[in-house]
């Protein structure tokens, strides 16, 4: 019975709990105080005044907690218990001396439980309300409407000491409940902090374990599309003269380059939004990049009856110094998106140099973008609309990533688009200017290596991506000497063996990765297998794998599926630096 009583009046109650019941339970400890307070000066009483005022000031705070109890709000609890303390102070203050009244101490601390208890705004106001009670008391002191001289008799002198006493002892406690508040806070805010931190760990662990995942994923998925996409090449050099065969081998092909597309955009998505992506600085001319993305989908257009076209006559001679591989990737993007969503018409795209850079427009009578979807088009998984998106599928990532690709280049893109009559996007590219005859000079070593006898060391683990690598060289370079190992340390055997004019070397693979190899070839071999040229083979996309085979003594690095042209250009560019002394 009497620990439901203790547990109703929230005397055993203590500092746990947020801090509006912190607050709550402070509010009631001031009341019991106040109850204290007003029963004990009715006993000690001043003869100057009647201690009823007390003994009913008693009975208030008792009913105002019990009002708060039932349902009364606390805000308003408090506010009102404020103001009927103000009262009592100015009622015992007018018959005790005005404003010499000892009772006047009691304005010091009359005010401070409303910061503890309601915030700064309230504290404010009640000290204005407090002011003016003092005013009052001033002024009716000045005027004669109150004795301004203080009881200083005998009986009067333990009343005055027990009001300092309590004042005192008021705001000792006040004082002692706010550095405990105060202390609370700031531990709540270290405990918050530490699980923040924990929680900020664990998300960092997260990502690290989906970045993973997502590269191992994408490399499972990579490889052997690889090997499809190598082995229709040659299948379809087979048949070429069987037009039947050769259409069935094509869908094989568009239905493994579409695959590919969705793995590469988010794999870019996921490297994008980590930081991780990094830019190439290649030499290349601008009017090829236009052609290679018109020589994937004029097709395509022609397909669906549609005209695309491309004007690149202010950009024929312009070689410039910028990642081809991105350009390539968000002019094809946008090519695409304008074939998808264009059912009749034209599709132009034009090129031109401006200030320091080049502008790429990519113009169609589509079905347009209304303009309250705009400025949202480049965000991640947006389509134009609902039905748009059910009509066209996708993934919703093209626009995103062309945007931060563009962005990390740091160019400019945008769209303008009227619904129903089509859209233009553009972008533009800081792309440095280079000597047109530097990249022709590629060009023709390209094709001085195609009649040459070349030495190739291929090594790769996967039987069919060997294959398809092999045949791939065979078909670029007709006259090259290719040796195949399925291992790292058959590779270092054959390099003890005989001289090659390059290594084309998988990054993965068991017991001795590729890594391993050329640390080995540059550390442990003499010349010429020291400065030998290593190209890289990986079916990963993560820069990160790009960066350790640099480091570990790679000369550059060919993801899968291997790309025919650039095997060549890169090829061309190890077997340059080579005769000219200087490879790595």
Not at 61 to 72: D, E, P
Not at 306 to 312: F, G, I, S, V
Not at 409 to 430: C, E, K, N, T
Not at 488 to 515: I, N, S, T, Y
Request: aromatic share 8%; with cysteine.
């Amino acid at each position: 019975m009497l620990s439901r009583l203790k547990n109703w009046l929230m005397l055993g109650a203590r500092f746990d709990g947020t801090t509006t019941e912190r607050r709550r339970w402070l509010f009631i400890i001031m009341l019991w105080l106040t109850v204290f307070y007003n029963f004990s000066f009715f006993f000690v009483n001043n003869p100057g005044y009647d201690p009823l005022i007390h003994f009913w000031g008693g009975v208030f705070y008792v009913c105002l907690f019990v009002a708060l109890r039932l349902g009364l709000t606390y805000a308003l609890s408090v506010n009102v218990g404020i103001l009927m303390a103000i009262f009592l102070v100015d009622y015992v203050a007018i018959y005790t001396g005005g404003i010499n009244s000892p009772a006047m101490v009691w304005t010091t601390v009359v005010v401070l439980p409303a910061i503890l208890l309601l915030g700064r705004q309230s504290a404010l106001f009640w000290l204005v309300g407090v002011l003016v009670s003092n005013g009052f008391v001033l002024l009716g002191t000045l005027g004669g409407y109150f004795n301004p001289n203080a009881d200083i008799s005998n009986s009067a002198l333990l009343w005055a000491l027990l009001t300092k006493l309590a004042v005192v002892a008021t705001a000792m406690l006040i004082g002692y409940f706010s550095e405990r508040m105060h202390h609370l806070q700031v531990t709540e805010i270290d405990r918050s902090n530490a699980d923040l931190e924990v929680t900020h760990q664990a998300l960092i662990r997260a990502q690290a374990h989906k970045d993973e995942f997502i590269a191992s994923v994408g490399h499972e998925l990579r490889t052997p599309m690889n090997a499809i996409l190598g082995l229709n090449g040659i299948l379809r050099t087979e048949l070429s003269d069987r037009p039947e065969d050769t259409e069935v081998v094509d869908h094989i092909r568009r239905s493994t380059e579409q695959l590919l597309h969705v793995v590469n955009d988010i794999l870019d998505f996921s490297q994008l939004q980590a930081g991780l992506l990094t830019l190439r600085h290649d030499d290349f001319a601008v009017a090829d990049v236009v052609q290679a993305v018109m020589a994937v989908y004029r097709p395509k257009a022609q397909a669906k009856g549609l005209q695309l076209h491309a004007d690149t006559r202010m950009v024929d001679t312009l070689w410039v110094k910028g990642d081809r591989q991105r350009v390539l990737q968000v002019l094809k993007n946008l090519v695409d998106n304008a074939v998808k969503f264009t059912m009749q018409g034209r599709i132009q795209v034009r090129v031109q140099p401006v200030g320091a850079g080049v502008l790429f427009e990519i113009e169609d009578t589509g079905i347009g973008i209304a303009s309250g979807r705009q400025a949202q088009i480049f965000n991640r998984f947006e389509h134009a609309d609902v039905q748009t998106n059910r009509q066209f599928g996708g993934t919703g990532l093209g626009l995103s990533i062309c945007e931060s690709l563009v962005k990390l280049q740091g160019g400019l893109i945008g769209v303008h688009s009227i619904q129903g009559q089509g859209a233009r996007f553009w972008f533009q590219l800081p792309l440095r200017r280079v000597a047109a005859k530097e990249g022709q000079a590629a060009l023709e070593v390209a094709r001085t290596l195609a009649s040459r006898t070349l030495k190739i060391l291929l090594v790769d683990d996967n039987a069919v991506n060997l294959m398809v690598a092999r045949l791939m060289l065979k078909k670029c370079f007709p006259k090259s000497d290719i040796t195949e190992v399925a291992s790292g340390a058959a590779a270092l055997d054959r390099l003890r063996q005989k001289p090659f004019d390059v290594v084309l070397l998988d990054m993965v693979m068991p017991e001795m990765d590729g890594l391993d190899v050329v640390r080995t070839m540059r550390r442990d071999f003499a010349d010429p297998v020291r400065q030998m040229p290593v190209l890289g083979l990986t079916a990963s996309a993560n820069p990160v794998d790009r960066d350790k085979c640099l480091e570990a003594g790679m000369n550059d690095v060919l993801n899968k599926p291997i790309d025919q042209q650039l095997l060549i250009d890169k090829l061309s560019a190890l077997l340059v630096l080579t005769a000219t002394g200087r490879a790595a």
